[in-house]
């Protein structure tokens, strides 16, 4: 009898404290460490010693990587949370010369010993991408990926007759297939009064994160960033994923117009430009007065604070292992890190997009368009102040539930989107 009521005393008290401790979390998610802490598993507080880290670790990879020559190393990459900058090695004999051209930073280095070199990783690539063209495949995604050092393909179960073919094909190089459902689906449908605002006095303010809609008030993507030309930079463009460009809406002229929101649906103006192949990204042309486009991105949960956008990591800057950021209409902030540099990506529909990023940030349908970005600085009174964007949202795949697999979302990188006199509006 005692110890019963012992046992429900102690659970009880167990029950308590997990409720304080639930209720801490909880009242601190709306921290701006809140979507870091998440991704690296720490309490909110400790982000800021794991940002120091990793801008340590992504300085000692920049030094390290002109250092690795594609025979003898299998490539690179940073673990921040064990903070270690793993070395793919191949030929060991090497391993004293890079640890001594490392001097300040021995202490992070990790060597692996593996067989693939970055040379062999490369034309295996190269070998899978055209066997996948040359067999008609489809919805899929062939990405180098250091962490494994192996070509990583991600297929959909839903496509696999039609992909048979080009996975028997590929099976001699012995890469890893991951199953993985690409999301796909209709936009929501919320159908509102498109009247346009009359009142010459109200400013509508367009920042990234935001949503964006068609004329029929459907939420259709993310709002990424501002941009504009060189030669008219009286004109400013909204970047959003291509792909938010649908047909049914389209003018005579080819264009589709895009609206933001306030109570009712406000004309942003027209995409004028819109790829689907090779690249997916559209352009969203201001042509509405009383829109404001904002160099800021949207943040945390519905904390006001905001992150102002002061440049782009192009995507030989970035590090496979460090983390990115997006901030989708749908999902909100969401981090995760990049698992390879390295990327094609096919769609179901027959296009396909080259040189993408593959990372494990969790996004949904909306968030398409979404900016992805790294924070400048790790001075905690500043984050996630000073944002410099690497680029948007494009697909997202959700791994296999029952191999605990995570999340796909795929980046198409700024230095591919900012092409011809095209340059990103920053808030210096
Ligand atoms: C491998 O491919 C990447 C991306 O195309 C390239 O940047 C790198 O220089 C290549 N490395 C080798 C050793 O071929
Ligand atoms: C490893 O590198 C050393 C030094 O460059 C070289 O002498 C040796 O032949 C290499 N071994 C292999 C197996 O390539
Ligand atoms: C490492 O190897 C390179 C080329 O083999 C050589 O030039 C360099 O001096 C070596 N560095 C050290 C620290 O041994
Ligand atoms: C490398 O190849 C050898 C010989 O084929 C094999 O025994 C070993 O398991 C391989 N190592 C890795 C990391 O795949
Ligand atoms: C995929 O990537 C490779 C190397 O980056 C490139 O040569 C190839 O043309 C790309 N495109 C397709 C559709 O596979
Ligand atoms: C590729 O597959 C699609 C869908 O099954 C089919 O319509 C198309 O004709 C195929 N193309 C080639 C070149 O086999």
């Not at 390295?342 to 179901?348: F, L, P, V």
Request: charged letters at 20%.
């Amino acid at each position: 009898m005692i110890k019963k009521a012992l046992t429900k005393l102690i659970l009880f008290l167990l029950i308590i404290t997990l409720h304080i401790h639930l209720k801490i979390y909880a009242l601190s998610d709306n921290s701006q460490y809140a979507p870091l802490a998440k991704l690296w598993n720490v309490a909110n507080d400790e982000v800021p010693k794991l940002l120091t880290r990793e801008k340590t670790l992504i300085e000692a990879s920049q030094k390290l990587k002109p250092l690795l020559d594609g025979i003898n190393f299998g490539g690179s990459y940073i673990d921040t949370k064990s903070n270690k900058l793993f070395i793919n090695i191949i030929n060991l004999s090497l391993k004293d010369n890079i640890t001594n051209s490392m001097k300040p930073y021995q202490d992070l280095l990790s060597f692996n010993t593996v067989n693939n070199s970055l040379t062999k990783l490369n034309s295996t690539f190269d070998k899978l991408t055209s066997l996948a063209l040359q067999h008609n495949a489809t919805n899929y995604i062939i990405s180098n990926k250091y962490k494994v050092n192996n070509i990583v393909i991600y297929l959909d179960p839903n496509d696999y007759g039609r992909n048979k073919a080009f996975i028997d094909n590929a099976m001699q190089y012995n890469p890893i297939i991951k199953n993985s459902a690409s999301i796909k689906g209709e936009p929501k449908s919320t159908t509102l009064d498109s009247n346009a605002i009359e009142s010459r006095d109200v400013f509508v303010y367009v920042v990234g994160g935001d949503w964006i809609y068609d004329h029929a008030g459907n939420e259709v993507c993310t709002a990424g960033f501002w941009i504009s030309r060189e030669s008219r930079s009286d004109l400013i463009y909204l970047v959003t994923a291509g792909h938010c460009f649908d047909n049914d809406f389209a003018n005579p002229d080819g264009s589709q117009n895009f609206y933001t929101r306030i109570y009712n649906l406000v004309n942003i103006g027209r995409m004028m430009y819109h790829s689907l192949q090779l690249k997916d990204v559209g352009y969203i042309l201001k042509e509405s007065d009383l829109i404001v486009g904002r160099p800021i991105v949207r943040g945390v949960a519905r904390v006001s604070r905001q992150s102002p956008i002061i440049g782009s990591l192009h995507s030989d800057q970035l590090e496979a292992g460090s983390y990115l950021c997006m901030s989708g209409a749908e999902s909100g902030v969401q981090c995760g890190y990049i698992d390879a540099l390295d990327a094609n990506i096919s769609y179901r529909d027959g296009y396909y997009v080259e040189d993408v990023i593959i990372t494990t940030i969790y996004s949904t349908l909306g968030d398409s368009g979404a900016p992805v970005y790294h924070s400048e600085s790790d001075d905690p009174e500043d984050f996630p102040d000073r944002i410099l964007i690497s680029g948007i949202i494009i697909s997202g795949r959700r791994g296999d539930e029952e191999e605990d697999e995570e999340m796909t979302s795929v980046v198409q990188p700024i230095n591919t989107i900012l092409v011809d006199d095209f340059f990103l509006i920053t808030a210096n």
